[in-house]
């Protein structure tokens, strides 16, 4: 309830009654009505105001109950310890003799799996179709605004089933399947690409990379100092990196079996070894890459289109080249300001990767609504499927607030 | 014709005679095509590598699209279930209504687009891609369409293009009450059409038009609701903040295909137990508080932009807040969030089609069961022509809305 | 965040604004606690009184037998991609088959009014969350009857009307033969359904690998079958017959399949309701049973009304709902009306002119196999009317 000068009337009316009514109490005419008072409403109004949601939640829950009773079930969450026999085709270690809740947390590491190389490869190719937008280069330019407006204005349930129908069964079956030099594979069974795999050595050889790491992180160190001193180039890149790589070469070699690359092999319909991403895996993420990456396009290019037009042309005339522009001026200014919209554009992200279920790509969505069809709770399961998503997204602002706090420190004023 | 830009006394005369104002660029020095391409395409060595590159992939991309579509593709799927595409299961014997409604929309489009418009400039360019686009829709549409329909829609087009020169001849300014009334009163008076008179029930809408009645109704109803929202989350009283900021957050929190799960199998639960929804309504009803929530969250960003001495000047000559708000600061906060208002709009007609995997037959799911049988089960057809539909409305507005943007100076004022 | 000024207490009252203001909100929340609390224990006692209904009987108050003749149209969920059963026709827009027949059947008994039905499509995948959420009142859907869907599920089925099997069929020109042949194959199947878990047990019972690839829908499993995605397609039989006889000509024509001879497990096809109503039920069977025992009689949707009016022996009058030879008629006390089976057979005619019309010689063109009379050796086996 905003308040607002109203309240001036009551009492300019009953300050003229006063001069009215000679004799009366000083402290009967100060007061106003009360149902006038503002104070007063605002106290009755949140009173009756949270009054009426909690009757209406109650009346909710009521009905809920009673509708559950009638069907058979029930409101509570033992269901998740019982078994669940649903079959799910990827993920981590399950089988169909475990329980919801375990089914359930594997859908949750699909779904935060597609959500997490998703985020970082929209990421990337949004940058580049971004930068493309604004290249002098008319083709570039014109190919880039086309893929934008075409994949911004169709909807992304429609991409992902294209890409998934539409390109999976273009490709060749597993036998006459796509290879790269024997190592990666590519057909409608899916991809295979190498994979390091984690041998007994893995500890050891990672205090090595820590300990190069910190050396290398010291040489960083050092030669920055030797630049603030003498003026001269730094290359610190070029000093701490191959510093980095002689630790880790000598300590692998001194460990012994810590990390192989396991490399995958065609065996009959399937691929054995590697890291295997299964078709539906493969069309949602491209999917939600290719969409994402056209909104996080746009944002690239109105953060660099903000950036003042001054700073650029003070670079120009500092003598810079346009990519020595792009990268020390323009970017992490435009970066700060692209923050707060790639936010949302990746909580988005996250909440497309629901439409799986159209694909039938095993995460939170399609599994939790096998789960309902089976073990009848909808009211359980859809509360905890939004929270998962709730915390999901809370995480991801957390992450995000957190950067652009970094990012807008540095730079104050802006 | 004037050669250079015109003054200011020049362009506010104009304005007060209500005449288009003439803008020029100034003058170009026309450029020879090698010139062109030389400063385009090859201006450097990567430039120039780009542009061979880039070329030859998409070269040879979009040859392959070409000869996909216009040799291998079986577009007949397409014509044989046009009907359940655009209308579902709505009775054809009752389709006079949805023309009757497609009819009302083009004209207040063709007016909308009349009254935002500035004076064609009709370059040979401008004429060309029109006249090829033109062409290239009239014969698909002779291709997937027989007699009387494609008159029928070719009417249509008419209407929007004699409505647009009605509103220019007319004068924008004053058109613009009656255009807004008259999409106001669209929407009751498209559902009357549609279910009025011994009309059609709302469960056998289907098709494109189902998509297109749940966006707008989704669009219509959380506009106020998300106003609402937006108000009360910047409420002093602790208890409504804390409650409009709660309902905001978990609703934008989980993703509308859980909403419509909740809708769906949850909702009914807690209805009291004599009291039915058909499935529509409640889809409805999901995608409605869904989009309020995203729109509290757009007017919010408005009502924060708008400057601290409006509200001042508002008290200061005694506004009470419901004037304050109605008259001063909503009509700017919402001014200055129509271009992420349009947007959000657009991408609530675009989620409609997650319809199509809660089991309503809408334009993606006749897509996805319409190549049965002797269509060997190639998707890539329907899916193209469904999201073609899409493609094209949300084109158009987007467009549109770029239009409005530059007319009503968002952003410059 | 801005929020416009103190609030307006007028001349001089800055400082008491602020007092007052803190008193405000401490009085508000405390206000706020203690209407919440008591509201709870309200709460508590009303769901008490409630409970205490409720456990009065399992049986819900009212029967949806009573809520569907008030509301005067019947829900069906349907499927609308199987030819035959449940399939959305592009030419009339309409969805037609087996199942929607018996979904008119029922309305014709329960109703009076064939027409006065509302198709709902439902996926596998929603069909019982649909059902307990009461979007639909009987599921007509070739649903298979099961225990656990019988028991843990809260589905109740009524009569079977139509015995069917799991098949499989692969392409004319492979190496297989029977399934015993397909091991390391990969194999399209629906997701969601019973289908994907008799696989798995039949070819688990043969000890073969195989891989299953799942689709939702039929279109997509028709592509990977096309592109040689997988060597075998396995469904129930009246289904596969209807891809078979419907596959297109540039695959090479029905001849191009063969239906492999396993019967992979029963799967008895039932229209299903919700658990706990058994009014309900008793009207959904006895109309099923009704067109069995029609058939059975040989009343047919031509016949009936001489039938009703000159009943040739007392199981058809009966059946008819009229009495015999000025007697009274039979009313089996199901909440429908006496003459029900009339409306019935007159909308839909009897059992077997339902399976003639879509899945028969007019249909699919499947021989009647286990779902003729049990007096021709099949299953269909009419419970009596009397």
């Known amino acids: 309830m905003w308040t607002g000068p109203g309240s001036l009337g009551p009492r300019l009316a009953h300050g003229l009654r006063f001069t009215e009514m000679a004799g009366s109490s000083v402290a009967e005419v100060q007061r106003a009505a009360i149902w006038r008072n503002v104070r007063f409403l605002r106290v009755v109004g949140q009173l009756v105001f949270a009054v009426v949601v909690v009757w209406a939640f109650r009346e909710l829950y009521l009905n809920l109950e009673y509708g559950v009773r009638r069907v058979g079930t029930d409101l509570s969450f033992d269901f998740l310890q019982t078994r669940s026999g649903i079959p799910i085709k990827e993920g981590i270690a399950y089988d169909p003799n475990q329980s919801y809740l375990r089914a359930y947390v594997v859908a949750v590491a699909n779904t935060v799996r597609v959500a997490g190389i998703g985020v970082v490869l929209a990421m990337l190719l949004g940058l580049v179709i971004g930068v493309a937008r604004l290249s002098p280069n008319w083709l570039v330019r014109k190919i880039a605004q086309v893929y934008v407006e075409v994949i911004r204005n169709t909807p992304v349930l429609i991409q992902i089933i294209f890409w998934y129908f539409g390109i999976l069964f273009a490709l060749p079956l597993i036998e006459g399947g796509l290879s790269l ?24 050889w990672g205090l090595w990379l820590l300990g190069g790491l910190v050396l290398a992180g010291a040489v960083w160190w050092w030669r920055t100092k030797v630049n603030e001193r003498t003026g001269r180039p730094h290359h610190r890149v070029l000093w701490s990196l191959p510093v980095l790589v002689a630790v880790a070469a000598v300590g692998y070699a001194i460990v012994g079996d810590a990390v192989r690359l396991d490399v995958p092999e065609v065996a009959g319909r399937l691929y054995r070894g590697g890291f295997q991403l299964s078709g539906e895996f493969t069309g949602i993420l491209v999917g939600l890459v290719i969409y994402t990456a056209a909104f996080i396009a746009e944002i690239v290019r109105g953060s660099i289109l903000a950036v003042d037009r001054g700073q650029k042309e003070a670079a120009q005339a500092l003598g810079l080249s346009p990519a020595q522009q792009l990268r020390f001026v323009v970017l992490p200014q435009a970066f700060r300001i692209a923050v707060p919209p790639l936010n ?11 439409l799986a279920v159209a694909v039938a790509y095993p995460e939170l969505s399609s599994v939790s609504s096998t789960m309902i069809n089976q073990a009848g709770r909808p009211f359980q399961i859809t ?10 997204s809370l995480t991801i602002s957390f992450v995000m607030n957190v950067v652009n706090r970094v990012v807008t420190r540095k730079g104050e004023g802006r | 014709m004037m050669d250079r830009v015109p003054t200011e006394l020049e362009r506010v005369a ?13 003058r170009r020095e026309p450029v020879a095509p090698s010139g062109w391409i030389r400063q385009n395409l090859f201006s450097g060595w990567f430039s120039g590598i780009l542009t061979i590159l880039v070329g030859a992939v998409v070269g040879y991309l979009g040859f392959g699209l070409l000869k996909w579509a216009f040799l291998t593709a079986d577009w007949t799927v397409i014509k044989a279930n046009l009907r359940l595409y655009m209308v579902g299961r709505f009775p054809p014997d009752e389709l006079w209504r949805v023309w009757a409604c497609v009819y009302l929309v083009t004209a207040l489009a063709g007016l909308s687009w009349g009254v935002t418009r500035k004076r064609l400039a009709w370059t040979v360019r401008k004429a060309a891609t029109r006249g090829a686009l033109a062409v290239l829709a009239l014969a698909s549409l002779a291709y997937l369409l027989d007699g009387v329909r494609i008159w029928v829609l070719v009417g249509a087009v008419v209407v929007i293009y004699a409505a647009a020169v009605m509103a220019g001849r ?4 004053r058109l613009h009450i009656p255009v807004i009334v008259g999409w106001v009163l669209a929407f009751p008076l498209i559902i009357l059409l549609l279910r009025g008179f011994g009309g059609v029930p709302p469960e056998r809408w289907g098709g494109f038009l189902l998509n297109v009645v749940v966006a707008v109704v989704g669009i219509v109803l959380s506009f106020p609701i998300g106003i609402v929202l937006a108000l009360g989350r910047r409420s002093s009283l602790p208890v409504i903040r804390v409650s409009c900021i709660g309902i905001i957050e978990f609703v934008r929190g989980a993703p509308l295909y859980t909403w419509l799960l909740f809708g769906l199998f949850v909702l009914p639960f807690l209805l009291p137990a004599g009291v039915v929804l058909p499935n529509i309504v409640r889809a409805m009803i999901v995608v409605t508080v869904f989009s309020s929530a995203y729109v509290a969250e757009i007017v919010r960003g408005g009502l924060q932009g708008v400057h601290l001495g409006q509200y001042e000047a508002a008290r200061a000559i005694g506004l009470s807040t419901t004037k304050m708000m109605a008259f001063i600061v909503l009509p700017q906060a919402l001014r200055s969030t129509i271009p992420a208002m349009i947007s959000h709009f657009i991408s609530l007609f675009k989620d409609t089609s997650l319809l199509a995997v809660i089991g309503f037959i809408e334009a993606l799911r006749i897509a ?3 190549p049965q049988g002797q269509f060997s089960g190639d998707l890539r057809e329907t899916l193209i022509f469904a999201g073609l539909l899409f493609w094209m409305v949300a084109f158009a507005m987007s467009r549109w809305s770029q239009r409005l943007e530059r007319r009503l100076g968002v952003g410059e004022r | 965040m801005f929020r416009p000024g103190p609030e307006g207490e007028g001349v001089g009252g800055a400082q008491d604004g602020r007092r007052g203001k803190m008193r405000t909100i401490s009085v508000t929340k405390v206000a706020v606690v203690a209407a919440v609390l008591a509201l709870v224990a309200a709460g508590c006692t009303r769901e008490e009184e409630r409970a205490e209904d409720g456990d009065a009987g399992q049986q819900p108050a009212q029967s949806l037998l009573q809520v569907v003749q008030d509301r005067g149209t019947l829900r069906c969920g349907v499927n609308e991609t199987v030819p035959g059963f449940g399939f959305l026709s592009p030419d009339t827009g309409e969805i037609e088959g087996f199942d929607i027949d018996f979904c008119r059947a029922i309305a014709a008994a329960v109703l009076g009014d064939a027409e006065a039905i509302e198709l709902m499509p439902v996926s596998a995948e929603e069909r019982f969350s649909a059902l307990r959420a009461g979007n639909y009142d009987v599921l007509v859907r070739n649903t298979t009857w099961t225990s656990s869907r019988d028991g843990t599920e809260g589905i109740a089925f009524a009569h079977v009307n139509f015995y069917d099997g799991q098949g499989m069929f692969v392409r004319a020109d492979s190496p297989y033969r029977r399934v015993a042949d397909m091991d390391g194959t990969a194999i399209c199947v629906t997701a969601g359904t019973t289908t994907e878990l008799n696989l798995a047990d039949y070819m688990a019972q043969l000890g073969l690998d195989y891989e299953a690839v799942t689709f939702e829908e039929n279109p997509q499993l028709q592509q990977a079958f096309t592109r040689g995605r997988c060597d075998g397609w396995t469904s129930d039989k009246s289904q596969l017959a209807g891809l078979i006889s419907a596959w297109p000509d540039e695959e090479g024509g029905p001849e191009s399949l063969r239906l492999l001879p396993d019967t992979m497990s029963k799967e008895p096809l039932t229209p299903a309701v919700l658990d706990g109503d058994s009014d309900w039920l008793d009207a959904v069977f006895w109309v099923v049973n009704g067109l069995i025992l029609a058939e059975e009689l040989g009343v047919t949707g031509g016949n009936v009304d001489e039938m009703a009016a000159d009943p040739p022996s007392a199981l058809v009058a009966s059946l008819l709902g009229v009495g015999l030879e000025g007697g009274a008629p039979l009313d089996s006390g199901l909440g429908l009306s006496v003459d029900f089976m009339q409306g019935v057979l007159r909308a839909v005619g009897n059992y077997g002119e339902i399976y003639d019309r879509h899945v028969g010689r007019d249909g699919l063109g499947l021989p009647r196999g286990l779902n003729a009379l049990w007096s021709d050796g099949g299953l269909q086996y009419a419970i009596p009317i009397r």
């Open chain 2, 368 to 370: 996805r069961i319409a």
């Open chain 1, 344 to 354: 949302s554009q990746f909580l988005n992200l996250t909440k497309n990767s629901s």
């Open chain 1, 383 to 392: 509360m905890l499927v939004m929270a998962t998503y709730l915390t999901m």
């Open chain 1, 181 to 204: 030099g024997g190592v990666a594979f590519l057909s409608q069974r899916g991809a295979a690409i190498p994979w390091p795999h984690i041998g007994e050595g893995a500890g050891a």
């Open chain 2, 14 to 26: 104009a304005m007060l005679k209500e005449e288009p104002v003439v803008e020029f660029a100034p």
């Open chain 2, 170 to 173: 007319l004068g924008a300014r």
